[in-house]
């Protein structure tokens, strides 16, 4: 189980959540069989929207973040819920690509520059919000700073980290997101930034040992932080026939009708979690009336 905390320092003025999503990312590798710089891209998304997801009020609200870059990576989906469970998807799952300049495996080549992050929470009102900034980096965290920025005006913080191993498996995933609340002082401001400075990069502190709890009191160093709520959190799909009847139905009359005369038995797998649900010729007919 990943392990989600939420911290705030003592004057109220800054909250910041960590996560170690390893065994999130890890999963969400064995269901997509990403190529390493795909489970960089997939990882960071969908620990971003974990933080995200948990910071949302409703207990039936959810949240997603959808990346469209024009990258060789495609349209990368990650959804949480409320709780911070995730669920991802990526429209290429294998890209080769060189290491980047850095080193690193190149999630911005992956992913693409020329577009949009899209957000969408769904908060049970009759139309979900939708915002959308482009795409600053292509790296992700600086991407979900960016449209806090712009779309919620929310100063933020993200950092993000994801280590593949050599077998493709995953070593680390993981992130932080601070944010300030208003009325934060420059004094308050400055120190936040010197903290920011001097952390090592999060899969660093989650190879070093440190649980999400430490890192985020690590980054409200000298702001006597005070645990707000901790959970456990997984990779947790919410598909059911139901939905995938749903789905099916929007397709319309004449592809289901289509479907319907080509096999007596349609397999229909789950985008996000592989799934396989089964539907009969007749089923067939009947969604599509
Ligand atoms: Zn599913």
Do not use: W
């Not at 960016?146 to 680390?172: F, R, W």
């Amino acid at each position: 189980m990943g392990k989600i905390i939420r911290a705030i320092s003592v004057d109220g003025g800054i909250v910041c959540c960590a996560i170690d999503s390893t065994d999130m990312v890890a999963k969400a590798e064995q269901i997509h069989k990403t190529s390493a710089t795909v489970t960089a891209a997939l990882g960071r998304l969908m620990t971003a929207a974990s933080m995200m997801g948990s910071m949302l009020k409703g207990k039936d609200d959810s949240i997603t973040l959808r990346l469209n870059g024009k990258g060789p990576a495609g349209s990368v989906i990650a959804v949480s819920d409320s709780e911070g469970n995730a669920r991802g998807y990526v429209q290429n799952p294998v890209v080769e690509i060189p290491l980047n300049q850095y080193g690193k495996l190149d999630v911005a080549g992956a992913v693409g520059k020329d577009g949009f992050l899209y957000v969408v929470k769904d908060l049970g009102l009759k139309d979900p919000y939708i915002g959308q900034t482009p795409i600053v980096s292509g790296e992700i965290a600086e991407d979900i700073t960016q449209y806090y920025a712009v779309s919620e005006q929310i100063p933020t913080v993200c950092g993000l980290g994801v280590l593949v191993n050599a077998d493709l498996s995953v070593l680390e995933a993981g992130g932080f997101l601070i944010q300030l609340l208003p009325g934060a002082t420059e004094e308050v401001i400055t120190r936040l930034e010197d903290n920011i400075k001097e952390i090592p990069s999060v899969t660093k502190m989650l190879s070093s040992g440190m649980t999400p709890e430490q890192i985020a009191f690590r980054v409200l160093n000298g702001f006597e932080p005070q645990v707000l709520d901790t959970a456990e959190v997984e990779y947790r799909c919410n598909c059911s026939k139901e939905r995938v009847q749903k789905a099916l139905i929007s397709l319309g009359k004449e592809e289901l009708t289509q479907m319907a005369g080509e096999q007596e038995i349609t397999e229909v797998a789950c985008h996000f979690c592989n799934q396989k649900y089964y539907f009969s010729r007749q089923e067939l007919l009947k969604l599509a009336d």
